[in-house]
């Protein structure tokens, strides 16, 4: 199984635990708030093959460790190792140290005492919608909710964006224009604005 398909059954279990499709995603929520859709949740690759570990865990940063993290999950504190990091995504691929406290976090690896982390996703979500309104630096985009209904939701262009999925259709910056069913990865810390890093 590809790289890119691998991390995205991850990505996708991440966005599950951790985030509304339209809004930054805070720790303990879910995604019920948006639909469910069947195209897939792609993500940046990383250089390294991703050969996921047995476990995961999600939650908040509430505060760092020598070499690690303390995750706030639905109230449980759980202690997380980063001794054997081999990918850290947090908008783009990052050394752990840049793990923040107030990221949320969807951990995958090896349960115990701590949890020993092998790949992170910080701040990630993703939202489906058409364009609305597009300019230079974003744009705003009618999101489909999954209880029904849309919203309009500002999208910025992250630096790191990149367009299309491996093994799907080639997409360029051009291609986006008002009127287009798109599908987009996002990065963004509670209370802070939305960028796509990756649009589809």
């Not at 991703?50 to 908040?60: K, M, T």
Request: hydrophobic share 40%; no cysteine.
């Amino acid at each position: 199984m590809s790289l890119i398909r691998l991390a995205l059954a991850a990505a996708s279990l991440a966005l599950v635990v951790m985030a509304t499709w339209a809004t930054p995603p805070s720790a303990g929520e879910t995604l019920k708030n948006t639909r469910e859709v069947s195209s897939p949740s792609p993500v940046a690759p990383s250089s390294r093959a991703y050969q996921p570990g047995p476990n995961s865990e999600s939650g908040r940063v509430i505060r760092l460790t020598e070499g690690g993290a303390v995750l706030d999950s639905a109230g449980r504190e759980i202690e997380v190792s980063f001794t054997r990091i081999v990918d850290v995504w947090r908008e783009t691929f990052v050394a752990s140290t840049a793990i923040q406290v107030g990221d949320d976090l969807f951990v995958n690896g090896t349960d115990g005492s701590p949890f020993m982390a092998a790949h992170i996703w910080a701040n990630i979500g993703r939202i489906d919608g058409v364009i609305r309104e597009i300019d230079e630096i974003g744009m705003l985009v009618e999101v489909q909710l999954r209880w029904g209904g849309t919203k309009l939701q500002r999208l910025d262009f992250s630096p790191y964006i990149e367009y299309g999925y491996a093994g799907g259709p080639k997409l360029t910056r051009a291609d986006l224009v008002v009127g287009r069913t798109i599908g987009a990865v996002t990065y963004g810390r509670a209370g802070g604005l939305l960028r796509a890093t990756r649009v589809w």
